[in-house]
């Protein structure tokens, strides 16, 4: 397809501005008649989604706060089942019981040298209506933190990663039997006390310093969007790396009568317990601290020199929860396809909020509501989707993804036969498209990017991409037909349908000119959102725009429009950056041996100042990356060939497509990201199946791409490394037989 590509790009950057970019161009998996009346369609849906409508529905589902099981979540879930059916949708909302704890009790004071008693409550800001809810807000608390009552020194850990753990040892500072004290940031917040817990700690505390998202940044609310000073950041602390989902129904839906494990043997909690501060609360236990100063890169932006301890602040910390069984109510609503209703494209977002969560995810829930307006007023005047569209709404996403894993679990072996696309999105504000997802829908995504129009500079989204990837990353934006798209790690409601289902999934949403530090806290509301998110809500209706538009191209294509060449230059790159990781860590580790036997620690260290050596280590062996290779190999030869067979049918006669029964070639074409799977999962996390991508278990959001590999060597465990270079090798060719076989229907079909 490169030269069609090539034609393409041609097309619309050399067309006259009078044809408008929408109306010309083929699109990849139709025939040239389709993607006309595809255009057409699509051009009217993009017309319909409205910055006031967005605006409306925002300030109605912020209006009190709505977390799980509270009485304003199920008003709002009942109220969007009731605006999807005034649209004409054919809709019904899917219960599921889980697993919620709230708060009975919090408390913290610092018992040595000083007292002091942490206020854990974020005020009321004036101007703010909603910010005075209090008797509705729930507190801040991280949820999935286990019960505690611990006294003990207090140890800074900086951001709590496993790097920052090798840090103290050199300074000689152990965690053990101490209460933690990290910043936010750097990692997903629950990696901190899992980290602090594997080394000993019995207590965790984790505060917003103004360094990432308060004064430092810029002007804190209500003058500016960044974090004030009692603002804290609550949020889940599930061991979400082992599984997302209801704790108590791991792999299965939590339906009414469904197993549930005991308690006891649930393994996503927290090991200690753990409780979120804001830096109101956290400089007078900070300020307290003595010991070695900590390192430079470990200071923050507080008026104190930062020490690392342990102590002399000592610490109480006691928490009790009610482990309560909430429902959660998912919205979903469904478009029946005409000609391949078992092929299903999914889009959702989540509903429920840390509190009246305007930013986080309303920004983006409302431009689902739009999409499924203008769907339902296309439905009116005689569109009909190919395959079947499935609008979700999500609840109990913030505790832990619950809603949308419970519900992928729940309908599991109809999503592993029919799902073929799933596009999520969360929050949404002014700013860049900003896309991750199956590197099998790079190109279309490419596609789809380059026809929606950015509200404020009027350049195609695409193009304004572009022009920043290129000024970020260089000449490759601007040679390579398609921009990369980023791998999806964690962190919303995709994960369950790409790695525990393999379905090939998508994640948008535009930001990077909007910022601020009000997340999951009681200022995350429309009065924030309305002044420094996306005030004219014109990037809501580009999210809608974007969003909508791959919806419908993938509903209505006559072939589903994967492209197996991006996706296989992608898998290059991966197998390129693992060989050099296997490299430079026993490059490291033989350089760190040397250093270590010329004494090289010692001689440099200021003699007043002790630090420990590190112990030597064992240099690893070399590894066999050549089943990787030989899969890679597979995947261009019968990517290549794909290409061949789907130029063929463009070629042949325009109408091939239109014409052709290709029922089992887009069928077969679905189960390709299937094969990127493995039933047995990741090691020690079987619930995680996809080979190619998954959050990494020392992320926790963040994406470890061939992460079954990369994470042994990163862990160096290289007899696993090997094992897993194997498995993955296999995998890939396993891909590359589905592509052959979606290859062959497909030449079959228009033949
Ligand atoms: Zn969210």
């Known amino acids: 397809m490169r030269n069609a590509i090539a034609c393409l790009l041609c097309l619309y950057l050399c067309a006259p501005v009078a044809f408008p970019a929408d109306t010309i161009g083929p699109l990849r998996g139709y025939s040239n008649d389709s993607a006309k009346t595809e255009r057409d369609w699509e051009a009217k849906f993009r017309a319909i989604p409205d910055p006031a409508n967005l605006r409306a529905y925002m300030e109605r589902l912020s209006k009190r706060p709505h977390h799980v099981g509270s009485p304003y979540d199920k008003d709002n879930a009942e109220w969007l089942l009731s605006k999807f059916m005034e649209f004409g949708l054919d809709a019904k909302i899917e219960t599921f019981?889980?697993?919620?704890?709230?708060?009975?009790?919090?408390?913290?004071?610092?018992?040595?040298?000083?007292?002091?008693?942490?206020?854990?409550?974020?005020?009321?800001?004036?101007?703010?209506?909603?910010?005075?809810?209090?008797?509705?807000?729930?507190?801040?608390?991280?949820?999935?933190?286990?019960?505690?009552?611990?006294?003990?020194?207090?140890?800074?850990?900086?951001?709590?990663?496993?790097?920052?753990?090798?840090?103290?040892?050199?300074?000689?500072?152990s965690v053990k039997g101490a209460i933690v004290i990290a910043r936010y940031g750097n990692s997903w917040r629950g990696i901190k006390p899992k980290v602090a817990a594997e080394h000993g700690a019995i207590g965790c505390l984790i505060y917003s310093d103004p360094h990432e998202d308060g004064y430092f940044q810029g002007e804190v609310y209500p003058d500016g969007p960044f974090r004030p000073k009692d603002g804290a950041q609550r949020g889940s602390v599930m061991d979400m790396p082992i599984h997302p989902g209801d704790p108590l129904t791991p792999g299965v839906g939590a339906t009414k009568d469904a197993k549930r494990l005991a308690l006891k043997d649930v393994d996503v909690f927290t090991k200690i317990p753990v409780m979120p501060i804001s830096y109101g609360d956290a400089e007078p236990l900070l300020a307290a601290m003595k010991g070695p100063v900590a390192p430079p890169a470990w200071r923050g932006a507080l008026p104190i020199t930062y020490h690392v301890g342990p102590g002399p602040a000592k610490v109480h910390l006691k928490l009790q929860f009610n482990w309560d069984t909430k429902p959660i109510n998912d919205v979903v609503a469904r478009i029946p396809g005409s000609t391949y209703p078992d092929e299903w494209i999914i889009r959702g977002n989540h509903h429920d909020a840390w509190v009246n969560g305007a930013d986080d995810p309303l920004s983006g829930t409302v431009s689902v509501m739009e999409e499924a307006r203008a769907l339902g007023a296309l439905l009116k005047q005689g569109w009909r989707p190919k395959r079947t569209i499935i609008l979700c709404?999500?609840?109990?996403?913030?505790?832990?993804?619950?809603?949308?894993?419970?519900?992928?679990?729940?309908?599991?072996?109809?999503?592993?036969?029919?799902?073929?696309?799933?596009?999520?999105?969360?929050?949404?504000?002014?700013?860049?498209?900003?896309?991750?997802?199956?590197?099998?829908?790079?190109?279309?995504?490419?596609?789809?990017?380059?026809?929606?129009?950015?509200?404020?500079?009027?350049?195609?989204?695409?193009?304004?991409?572009?022009?920043?990837?290129?000024?970020?990353?260089?000449?490759?934006?601007?040679?390579?037909?398609?921009?990369?798209?980023?791998a999806l790690g964690s962190g919303s409601d995709y994960t369950a349908f790409l790695d525990f289902l393999g379905v090939a999934s998508v994640n948008m949403g535009f930001g990077g000119e909007s910022q601020g530090g009000v997340y999951h806290s009681v200022y995350d509301d429309f009065f924030w959102y309305t002044h420094f998110g996306d005030p004219n809500f014109v990037y809501g209706r580009a999210l809608a725009q974007t969003a909508g538009t791959a919806v419908m191209r993938l509903a209505d294509s006559e072939l589903l429009p994967y492209d197996f060449d991006n996706f296989t230059d992608t898998i290059r790159r991966y197998i390129d950056e693992v060989q050099k990781l296997a490299k430079d860590k026993r490059d490291q580790i033989v350089e760190r041996n040397k250093r270590i036997d010329e004494g090289l620690f010692t001689a440099i260290m200021d003699p007043r100042i002790p630090m420990t050596v590190p112990p030597k280590e064992t240099v690893p062996p070399f590894l066999n990356f050549a089943p990787l290779d030989n899969g890679l190999t597979a995947l261009q030869r019968t990517a290549e060939a794909y290409d061949k067979a789907l130029a063929q049918a463009t070629e042949n006669g325009d109408a091939a497509l239109a014409r052709a029964a290709l029922k089992e070639a887009n069928d077969k074409l679905v189960q390709v990201e299937r094969a990127l799977t493995l039933n047995e999962g990741l090691p020690n996390r079987p619930w995680f199946k996809h080979q190619i991508y998954a959050p990494g278990f020392y992320t926790g959001y963040g994406v470890k791409t061939l992460p079954a590999v990369r994470e042994s060597i990163e862990q160096k465990d290289w007899k696993l490394a090997d094992e897993e270079i194997a498995k993955v090798g296999k995998v890939l060719e396993n891909a590359g037989e589905a592509i052959q076989g979606a290859t062959s229907e497909l030449s079959r079909a228009v033949k």
């Open 97 to 173: 019981d889980v697993l919620f704890p709230t708060p009975k009790a919090r408390e913290l004071e610092m018992v040595e040298p000083t007292k002091f008693i942490a206020k854990l409550a974020e005020p009321t800001v004036a101007v703010d209506p909603t910010s005075s809810q209090h008797d509705e807000q729930l507190p801040v608390y991280n949820a999935y933190s286990i019960d505690g009552d611990v006294t003990a020194p207090l140890v800074y850990v900086n951001f709590g990663i496993p790097e920052d753990y090798e840090t103290l040892d050199r300074l000689g500072v």
């Open 393 to 486: 709404l999500w609840d109990g996403e913030e505790e832990g993804l619950l809603g949308s894993t419970e519900w992928a679990e729940t309908h599991q072996d109809e999503l592993r036969k029919y799902g073929a696309v799933y596009i999520n999105s969360d929050t949404n504000a002014r700013g860049y498209l900003g896309v991750e997802g199956s590197h099998t829908l790079e190109k279309f995504l490419n596609g789809v990017a380059r026809d929606i129009e950015d509200p404020e500079t009027k350049l195609t989204v695409w193009k304004r991409l572009q022009m920043r990837e290129i000024s970020m990353q260089g000449a490759e934006a601007r040679n390579r037909p398609d921009l990369r798209i980023g």
